[in-house]
């Protein structure tokens, strides 16, 4: 499983419908249509500053790693 | 004998001093200054005879900021504060807040980089004024602090589990970011190779070097 196109596919499928909302990482304050459009491209501080803790995430936590992989319809394999 | 600190200069400052502001009702015997760009001259001048300073918003690993230009608390006016100080301020805690505590007091603030989402505003209030909650409330600095974690991670987990996962990982990242520097929590992480050494060979006893020389010197 590759952490981070999963973590990537996560925040582009959540931010469907709420691209306004915003979030403030690495003192920015961004939509979260921004948010998804540059963790895509790489973005440096934000891959520092939120995609790698997501990645993080979904690999140290189960129970989040089965809710994100629902969302976007997936199994735990 | 409360100072309460929260300088508004740009977008974020808006929504923190709404936090802000939720924990006056908590305080007695409490100055404000907030809601516009504060210099570090009236801080220093209102930190007179006080007990407390709390500071909510931008910060970095050296120090607390009144408005984009100027840091109103550093490494250079630890002498003026009180016993305590408790901010929400972004990396406060990397290198300032090592030297507040290294001065003999009590530093409650962030490693790392403080996150928020707009879709949860309530849960990261609900985090960020926690501890001074629990204070106000009559719980220890150590009481709080361990609350505090647990509620960090009970908050990310209900965010996850009703589908804001984007702000479940920001909470986190706050959850993990949060350090109480106290008696009995010493700083654990440095930037200096030597002192991280130190620490590794002594403990929290590695932040006192020189003093350990010098006892092992008389001894």
């Known amino acids: ?77 | 004998m409360t100072l309460l600190v929260a300088p508004v200069f740009d977008n974020v400052t808006t929504y923190c001093i709404v936090w802000a502001d939720n924990i006056k009702s908590l305080l007695t015997n409490l100055t404000v200054i907030e809601g516009r760009k504060v210099t570090r001259a009236e801080v220093e001048d209102a930190l007179v005879d006080k007990k407390l300073f709390i500071f909510y918003d931008h910060g970095n690993e050296t120090g607390l900021f009144g408005s984009n230009t100027e840091q109103v608390a550093n490494s250079n006016n630890i002498d003026k504060l009180p016993l305590s100080v408790y901010t929400m301020a972004c990396l406060s805690a990397k290198i300032y807040g090592v030297d507040v505590w290294r001065s003999g007091r009590v530093f409650w603030g962030y490693y790392d980089v403080f996150s928020f989402t707009t879709d949860s505003l309530p849960e990261f209030e609900q985090f960020a004024n926690s501890g001074i909650t629990l204070i106000s409330q009559g719980k220890s600095w150590s009481e709080a602090y361990d609350s505090t974690i647990s509620l960090g991670n009970d908050l990310a987990k209900g965010l996850s589990d009703s589908g804001k996962y984007i702000a479940s990982v920001a909470m986190s990242n706050n959850t993990s970011a949060l350090r109480l520097y106290d008696s009995t929590h010493a700083p654990k992480e440095t930037q200096c190779t030597f002192r991280r050494i130190a620490l590794a060979l002594f403990g929290a006893k590695g932040w006192n070097l020189r003093r350990l020389g010098k006892r092992a010197t008389l001894d």
């Not at chain 1, 997501?54 to 394999?77: H, I």
């Open chain 1, 1 to 77: 499983m590759n952490f981070r196109k999963l973590a990537v596919a996560a925040i582009k499928e959540e931010v469907k419908g709420k691209e306004d909302n915003k979030i403030f990482i690495c003192n920015r304050l961004m939509t979260y249509a921004e948010l998804a459009q540059l963790a895509e491209q790489g973005d440096e501080e934000v891959k520092k500053c939120f995609l790698d803790p997501y990645v993080k995430k979904l690999k140290t936590v189960p129970e989040f790693r089965l809710q994100v992989l629902a969302m976007l319809g997936l199994s735990n394999s």
